[in-house]
């Protein structure tokens, strides 16, 4: 296949296309719990245009967003206690998707029984909710550890990123560029701002294994034990390309990355941080902006996730994979690449893709990942990502 065919294939997640199909096996978040209010909300995922709303009731729709009759809007529409109603014409929808009242038709009028739109399955995790756009039955959404885990309190970061969801999940196989981008480049920064210089770390050799959630990342540091748990353990980049780290101190961060359309990225900055001892457990999730560029249009460069969305975003909007001088230090990226292509090799034999969990053995209480619990190296100089979420945060841990 030609290299321009192969980037079609990975990067285009529309209905019908070899990546829509495998990103349809998956549970995709769709907003924090806490955004969902009492109006209907606009969603897009994998380039569908939807309407998530919760009934009076509690129960959470998610329904295609033009309206069967003239095409108007449910965004724009009424939540009731057991359905969605349209703004124009009053058509409403119950959580099937059954059309249950056409009020404007004459009171004998057969034509709702025969109106029914797609519904789809929704769930509430973490904080988060999650939505199934695939065939039936739904695989069970999977319980990992910072989703569930009673001894973490939540906050997530949200990134809106105008670029295709490969070149960022590709960032998490590829560790040197934490060495270059976060440590050399944050040093050229700080040079400028006159900000303390940070300690840089060099790799000695990185490791790559698949198994059946994700691939486990393995790095040594020069200088470090191979006991050290960046290098016995390491942490994996799931399936379909969330990763998954922790940070010095031993907060557990999920990066999920959700194809919105072939375009359009949502990352999820996802931490569970062990609460202290003693403390109350935060009543909710904590949602905080994470955005590409700051009021004046610049990047957000003296902090970690805003270096890694410049780098995101400035390869295009599809990064064009045919024009690439791939070296040695890409061998995670290919192989990332390799091993999505074998999953819809899997797809097309009629098999579930990796990561699909369907045995409720596995999903409970929760899945455990290998994951380094103690990580080396001193980002004590260097922010995780924008002031006007992260020092609210700590100081509320410090409350
Ligand atoms: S367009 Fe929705 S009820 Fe008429
Ligand atoms: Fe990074």
């Known amino acids: 296949m030609a290299a321009n065919d192969r980037n079609a294939v990975l990067t ?20 924090p719990d806490v955004n969902l209010r009492d109006e209907p909300m606009r969603v897009r995922l994998l380039g569908e245009d ?3 709303y919760r009934e009076t009731g509690g129960k959470l729709g998610l329904v295609p967003e033009r309206c069967p ?3 108007a809007s449910l965004a724009c529409g009424m939540v009731e206690k057991d359905g969605l109603v349209c703004a124009y014409h009053g058509w409403k929808f119950d959580l099937t998707g059954q059309c249950v009242d056409t009020p404007a038709e004459p009171a004998d009028s057969k034509l709702k029984e025969r109106i029914k739109i797609a519904s789809y399955p929704v769930q509430e995790l973490g904080g988060l909710i999650w939505a199934y756009l695939g065939e039936l039955p739904a695989p069970l959404l999977p319980r990992y550890e910072y989703l569930v885990g009673e001894e973490f309190d939540r906050d997530v970061g949200i990134s809106v990123m105008p670029c295709n969801w490969l070149q960022i999940a590709e960032n998490n196989m590829d560790p040197y560029h934490v060495e270059h981008l976060h440590f050399r480049y944050t040093n050229y920064i700080h040079a400028k701002l006159g900000k303390p210089l940070i300690k840089a770390r060099k790799h000695a050799k990185v490791d790559y294994e698949v ?15 191979e006991d050290s748990d960046e290098w016995k353990i390491g942490h ?3 399936w379909p390309g969330h990763a998954v780290i922790t940070y010095p101190g ?3 961060q999920s990066q999920i990355r959700v194809p919105v359309d072939d375009t359009n990225t949502l990352i999820y900055w996802y931490n569970a941080r062990p609460r202290k001892a003693g403390a109350a457990p935060a009543k909710r999730i904590r949602v905080w902006e994470n955005p590409l560029r700051d009021t004046r249009g610049q990047y957000l460069t003296d902090n970690l996730n805003g270096q890694d969305l410049m780098v995101m975003y400035t390869q295009g909007d599809i990064s064009d994979r045919s024009t690439e001088n791939l070296g040695q230090s890409d061998r995670g990226v290919a192989l990332y690449r390799r091993c999505l292509h074998e999953q819809l090799e899997r797809i097309e034999r009629g098999e579930d893709p990796m990561g699909v969990v369907r045995d409720p053995a596995l999903n409970e209480p929760f899945i455990k990942l290998p ?8 980002l004590s100089g260097v922010q995780a990502s924008p002031d006007h979420g992260w020092d609210d945060l700590e100081k509320d841990a410090a409350e």
């Open 250 to 252: 031993g907060w557990i």
């Open 69 to 71: 009759h003239r095409g």
């Open 12 to 31: 285009r997640v529309g209905k019908g296309t070899p990546m829509g199909k495998y990103m349809r096996f998956f549970w995709h978040a769709i907003t």
């Open 211 to 225: 198994f059946e959630h994700g691939i486990i990342k393995r790095r040594l540091w020069v200088g470090d034990s």
């Open 236 to 238: 994996p980049q799931i």
């Open 371 to 378: 994951l380094e619990r103690h990580v080396d190296y001193d």
């Open 50 to 52: 939807l309407v998530l």
